[in-house]
């Protein structure tokens, strides 16, 4: 099971940080992604993270300006997002996948409930 929270309301420039919990299986064997999907778009792949953190993957609306991170301690993935846009107004879904990480959403096996991203102008 996969939570997803820290969303809300930022100002254009502002920064926020999104956290994932996970429960029910081993975190730490699992690849880590966040996706957003925006009113009328399709998903897509913000950032994932490999099993120990050593390899890091952004799209590159997010290079530069989001940085995910993990802490497999505490069953947690979070994305810091910083000079926030308001075309990055979207719902923030974390992911996890037993095998790879990919952009293709429906790759992923697991979805958390997604939390709301608005970008004010």
């Known amino acids: 099971q996969l939570q997803a929270f820290g969303g809300g309301l930022v100002q254009a420039g502002g920064s926020l940080r999104l956290s994932c919990a996970a429960s029910?299986?081993?975190?730490?064997?699992?690849?880590m992604g966040w996706f957003r999907q925006a009113p009328g778009k399709e998903r897509e792949f913000v950032a994932g993270?490999?099993?120990?953190?050593?390899?890091?993957s952004y799209a590159d609306s997010a290079k530069g300006r989001f940085t995910i991170s993990r802490d497999n301690r505490k069953n947690l993935v979070y994305l810091e997002m910083n000079s926030l846009k308001p075309e990055d107004t979207a719902v923030y879904y974390c992911?996890?996948?037993?095998?790879?990480?990919?952009?293709?959403?429906?790759?992923?096996?697991?979805w958390g409930q997604g939390t709301q991203v608005t970008v004010s102008s």
């Open positions: 992911a996890a996948d037993r095998v790879s990480m990919s952009v293709n959403s429906k790759s992923w096996d697991y």
């Open positions: 029910g299986r081993t975190f730490s064997n699992y690849v």
């Open positions: 993270i490999g099993l120990s953190a050593s390899f890091t």
